[in-house]
């Protein structure tokens, strides 16, 4: 699968645009570049298009996402603005496949729960995707039992992210994980990239991705790394096309 150049993380937000929006994606879309975004499961099994465990920043509200059925948390409103929590379903009717989508599958849930409801959904979808995830044993799920499907394996920083990322981070970068998922990409945070990660990926036979540039300083360090560049906080006129 080729994403390109860019990839927009959690939709083109900022400026009053919320992330993980509707109307994020909508700007993404208009632009014409990829999307990344995350999925995690409601109290009731929906899947629900949201990158943190807790709802207090992007929600102001008390608790985990897991403590609220699909119902309460559309009701809910990102950053004080009209736009709400999507269903993963929504998202997908939004964007029909005008651009190719990476979904990242955020823990929290039992084994491969939160995967099979995911492909459950996906294999209905019509435009292209990718998967990715800091834990190994999500993507042994697609590589067991839909090995076409383009996966990947998040790395970042020992002493940043929650606890398990830290820990599957930390585990994915050892060979014998790796060899579990078999990622045909691996996603490394800016802050992290080395060579010798860059090398274990090419070895593998595997693609190699930045995250995240937020300035042209850090887009141009990623470039030389990276097939493709998953970053935020482009200006109005900014080529998508890396022309």
């Not at 207090?56 to 736009?83: H, N, P, V």
Request: proline letters at 4%.
């Amino acid at each position: 699968m080729e994403f390109g150049k860019y990839i927009a993380h959690r939709g083109l937000h900022g400026n009053g645009v919320p992330e993980n929006s509707i109307q994020a994606f909508e700007l993404a879309i208009e632009k014409g570049v990829p999307i990344e975004l995350d999925i995690r499961l409601s109290s009731d099994g929906r899947l629900m298009v949201f990158h943190d465990r807790t709802l207090q920043r992007m929600c102001g509200e008390k608790g985990d996402i897991y403590d609220y059925t699909c119902e309460e948390l559309q009701k809910m409103s990102l950053a004080g603005t009209d736009q709400h929590i999507p269903l993963f379903t929504e998202v997908l009717k939004f964007v029909n496949g005008r651009v190719p989508l990476l979904v990242e599958l955020k823990r929290g849930s039992p084994v491969w729960t939160l995967e099979k409801r995911a492909y459950h959904v996906l294999k209905q979808y019509k435009g292209e995707y990718a998967v990715q995830s800091f834990d190994p044993i999500s993507m042994l799920y697609f590589r067991l039992n839909v090995p076409h499907i383009y996966r990947g394996i998040l790395v970042t920083k020992a002493d940043e992210g929650t606890t398990f990322e830290r820990a599957s981070s930390h585990l994915g970068v050892m060979p014998f994980m790796w060899d579990i998922a078999k990622p045909d990409f691996v996603s490394c945070d800016i802050r992290c990239v080395t060579e010798s990660r860059l090398a274990k990926a090419r070895k593998m036979g595997a693609d190699f991705f930045v995250w995240v540039a937020r300035t042209e300083e850090e887009r141009q360090s990623a470039s030389e790394y990276a097939k493709t560049i998953i970053g935020e906080c482009y200006p109005e006129d900014f080529d998508f096309n890396g022309k």
